[in-house]
């Protein structure tokens, strides 16, 4: 039985979920990068970045 309002679970959105999950990891990492340099201008990028390769290098062990 589906409640009102909710979608059937699928495995595309359970993708979706991981994705999710994933981008707010990063997102966390980036912001603790960010304070730990000192909150630099300009360096946003550079930063998500690092902090993407952080959180992938763990996720895929």
Do not use: H
Not at 14 to 31: G, W
Not at 36 to 47: C, L
């Amino acid at each position: 039985m589906a409640f009102p309002g909710r979608k059937p679970f699928t495995e595309k959105s359970a993708s979706k979920i991981d994705e999710v999950k994933l981008n707010q990891m990063i997102r966390e990492r980036a912001y603790y990068i960010w304070e730990s340099k000192g909150k630099p201008k300009g360096q946003d990028q550079k930063i998500w970045l690092q902090a993407e390769k952080e959180v992938l290098s763990r996720v895929r062990r």
